[in-house]
């Protein structure tokens, strides 16, 4: 039997080598030398892979497990083998759900209390993961797991999503060997912004490409190679595509499977999703179903020339959830066949928060016309939908649906994604499965918390809570580990308290009992409250006593503040203990102050093959700037000179500047619907052979206000001593994007992949020569830009 001393000290991470302190001898070859063999680390034996799969912006009340109209196939048949979770809870928004889950600490405990586009110095809003709060990744591979990430990463601070770093918040530097997926709140499923690690992955063109299905198939790939070269290595993945995070794209055979099925709207959705869960059992029979949330119009109020429009919305996204789940379904299959299916745990949680009600009240051809607060009437909002609605769910939309359908995503509950006060924004369904050791099937009705993964998993997998991990003492997990209810129905739940905030939305758990206060509504910015003048409301939404269920009141729909203010102030004064805790405080319902300031640089230049992440591009919005260009073109290229120069955006709004046919021209995508071309003159020569300059010179003339036009020249100047510029054409950007182009878009120089801005850069768009070095010079003072539509579009694409 070893000795204690040589037993792994898996409390300290990595886990610390043991020196040889035996015997030696002074020659190999003499008999019998006494060494140890050389042994890997391993976690304990009989350790189960482990697979945590979290979609995007699924409500509750969505998918057919959960008593939704949507059918998700895999998630219903992992739950009918193992257990589902119908008091499972997220933090209504994306970056603080995925940093509690990863790290199994409380948003606001490791810094990440927002967005990570609107942080602060604050400590509870930073979102920069200490170093304190190891993620789950890496306290596995320190165990001998083999680790990977596939889809979306949404932890890393702005600052830090640039292709020079630093890299310390990226999976491959959180503890995932391998990371497969793109940065950000959403991308684009058929032209996304990958990376492998963090390398940029350039795209070609594919007819029939689609983000989740190849997640899916990248992710089989590293099981089966896993599997293949490390038999006795188990492993742990992370799969989170970005479905069905807007843009609602998917191939049409599965949105066509939807076709009718919505015709009713919304409001006949939403009871009807009451009655399949109440008959699913999902929630209990005297359950109600709340009142629709305050401003969302029913469907009967709608125009009737935009309703067929709105069905469509609907028919989409549908299919957009099956065909993840389907590409999930892909996923598991793979263990089957690779027999490894049995000694899996596989946690299957359906949304990161609730369903986004971020489309406006019509839905949207391309979301950033509501992220740039463009101004239409609501006729003019009707005729883009109408007329655009064949190409929703395509490459040629960046779509999403209208508010009232989030709300029917959300059943039986209260509000949307965003609001953290209430179970729509916060309770999610979530499977799990693990036959090896999960013998008890059915529902789990005990509380949980996105933070109880973590301990769960190293409870499952029988590894202590790390205290040291990289030389750094670890703040202790918060979460609290559901593994005991496995195999038992009616355990007591152990997450008795559960703090929730956002923007000054507060809420308390604590058993069995809900405080909550809405500070302020998604749409609100200014003339908010005083904290001290909020409403608060109380209900009783859980009775683990049998003579009490009578009393319980499972949605939130009946408010006992004026009945029990006892029991009121006492959740009140608890929530003010557990966010002095947890870094809750101060709180921080400032929205126009918290954004990100312009970046105050007046120039950056680039080289050939720069490839630079959007939030760390120079700003040029509503203002006058420069494109200058030094480029060398070989004496006898292969035909005129072609390609793109320098060009940032994509098909749903950009610019570019490039050679089509030896053709200087600069182009401007305004948000899909227009495109706007400067060609260099007729009589002017076509683009030589040699080394020059080529400079494009935007002239704002919009003063203050903001998406406004300009006027365009196009200059070339020879690299020739002394040689003066010409001017080669000139016209008019009659308008433009007054505050993002895209959530995935790039600046790239020399090339252009991804989304086309425009017809001539369809195809191969590598410059033929080489851009030597391209700058954007920023010549003129900024316009005023909207404060509220800037947070719109950060908080949107969270």
């Excluded at 606001?108 to 200490?130: F, K, L, W």
């Excluded at 009992?513 to 409250?529: E, G, R």
């Excluded at 000179?641 to 610019?655: C, K, P, S, T, Y």
């Amino acid at each position: 039997m070893p000795l204690d001393r040589d037993l792994p000290k898996r409390e300290i991470l990595p886990i610390p080598d043991r020196p040889y302190v035996g015997p030696t001898k002074y020659n190999a070859a003499d008999p019998q030398p006494e060494f140890p063999p050389l042994l890997p680390i391993r976690p304990p034996e009989g350790a189960p892979n482990v697979i945590v799969i979290l979609i995007d912006d699924v409500g509750f009340g969505a998918s057919e497990t959960f008593g939704g109209p949507i059918a998700t196939p895999t998630a219903t048949a992992l739950a009918k083998g193992g257990i589902k979770f119908n008091r499972f809870h997220t933090s209504a928004l994306c970056s603080p759900t995925r940093a509690a889950l990863l790290t199994g600490r409380n948003p606001h405990s490791v810094g990440m209390g927002c967005i990570t586009e609107m942080a602060t110095s604050a400590p509870g809003a930073t979102s920069m993961i200490p170093n304190s709060a190891a993620s789950i990744a890496k306290i596995l591979k320190y165990n001998g797991y083999s680790t990977a990430q596939f889809g979306k990463c949404h932890e890393v601070p702005t600052r830090e999503t640039g292709t020079t770093g630093p890299f310390d918040h990226w999976p491959t530097y959180m503890g995932f060997e391998k990371f497969y997926g793109f940065v950000g709140g959403e991308t684009n499923q058929y032209y996304p912004t990958l990376y492998d690690g963090t390398t940029y992955i350039e795209m070609p063109e594919r007819g029939d490409y689609h983000l989740t299905t190849d997640l899916a198939n990248q992710a089989i790939k590293w099981i089966e190679t896993q599997k293949s070269l490390a038999p006795d290595k188990p492993f742990f993945m992370y799969f989170a595509p970005g479905a069905t995070h807007a843009p609602h794209q998917v191939p049409e055979e599965w949105s066509n499977k939807y076709r009718g099925k919505f015709d009713e709207g919304w409001d006949k959705l939403r009871e009807a999703t009451f009655e399949r869960q109440i008959n699913l059992h999902v929630i209990p029979p005297r359950a109600e179903l709340t009142p629709p949330n305050e401003g969302v119009p029913a469907w009967d109020t709608m125009p009737p020339e935009v309703q067929d429009s709105l069905k469509r919305e609907m028919e989409i996204y549908a299919g957009f959830l099956e065909h993840t789940d389907h590409q999930i379904g892909r996923v598991i299959e793979t263990l089957k066949t690779l027999e490894i299916f049995e000694n899996t745990l596989i946690i299957y949680i359906l949304g990161d928060n609730g369903a986004s009600a971020e489309g406006t009240f019509l839905g949207t051809f391309n979301e950033m016309i509501g992220f740039n607060g463009i101004e239409m009437t609501e006729q003019e909002q009707i005729d883009i939908i109408n007329n655009h609605i064949e190409d929703f769910g395509t490459k040629k939309a960046y779509n999403h649906y209208a508010v009232g359908w989030a709300q029917a995503m959300c059943t039986p509950y209260q509000w949307t994604k965003q609001v953290a006060s209430h179970f729509g924004g916060t309770r999610n369904g979530m499977v799990v499965h693990w036959p090896k050791v999960i013998t008890g099937r059915g529902l789990r009705q005990q509380f949980t918390y996105v933070t109880d993964v973590l301990p769960t998993v190293l409870e499952a997998i029988g590894l202590p809570e790390p205290l040291s991990v990289d030389g750094v003492l670890q703040k202790p997990i918060e979460g609290v580990s559901f593994f005991y209810t496995f195999n038992d129905i009616h355990a007591v739940e152990r997450h008795r308290t559960q703090y929730f905030e956002m923007f000054g939305n507060r809420g308390i758990y604590h058993e069995g009992w809900t405080a909550v206060t809405l500070h302020s509504k998604p749409w609100d910015f200014y003339n908010l409250p005083d904290y001290a003048d909020d409403k608060w409301e109380l209900y009783f939404t859980y009775a683990e006593k049998l003579e009490d269920n009578s009393k319980q009141d499972w949605t939130q729909a009946k408010d006992l503040a004026a009945v029990y203010p006892d029991k009121l102030a006492e959740l009140k004064n608890l929530f003010q203990i557990e966010a002095a805790r947890y870094n809750v405080f101060p709180l921080d319902d400032r929205k126009l102050e918290r954004l990100p300031p312009a970046k105050g640089a007046l120039s950056q230049r680039y080289v050939d093959g720069s490839f630079v992440a959007d939030p760390v591009v120079i700003d040029n919005f509503n203002r006058s700037f420069d494109i200058t260009a030094q480029l060398t073109v070989p004496a006898e290229p292969a035909g005129p000179v072609q390609g793109v120069i320098l060009a940032r955006g994509n098909d749903f709004g950009g610019f570019g500047l490039y050679a089509k046919n030896g053709v200087l021209t600069y182009v401007y995508n305004y948000l899909g619907l227009e495109i706007f071309y400067v060609r260099q003159d007729e009589n002017a020569p076509l683009l030589p052979s040699g080394t020059y300059q080529v400079r494009m010179e935007f002239t704002y003339e919009g003063g203050e206000e903001t998406g406004q036009g300009g006027t365009v020249k196009l200059f070339r100047k020879d690299g020739k001593e002394g040689a003066s510029e010409v001017q080669l054409g000139e016209g008019v950007i009659p308008k433009t994007n007054p505050v993002i182009f895209n959530v995935d878009a790039f600046l790239m120089v020399g090339n252009k992949t991804g989304g086309p801005l425009c017809e001539d850069l369809k195809g191969n768009n590598r410059f033929t020569g080489t851009v030597d070095w391209a700058e954007i010079k920023i010549t003129g003072a900024p316009g005023i830009k909207s404060p509220e539509h800037r947070l719109h579009a950060l908080m949107a694409i969270e």
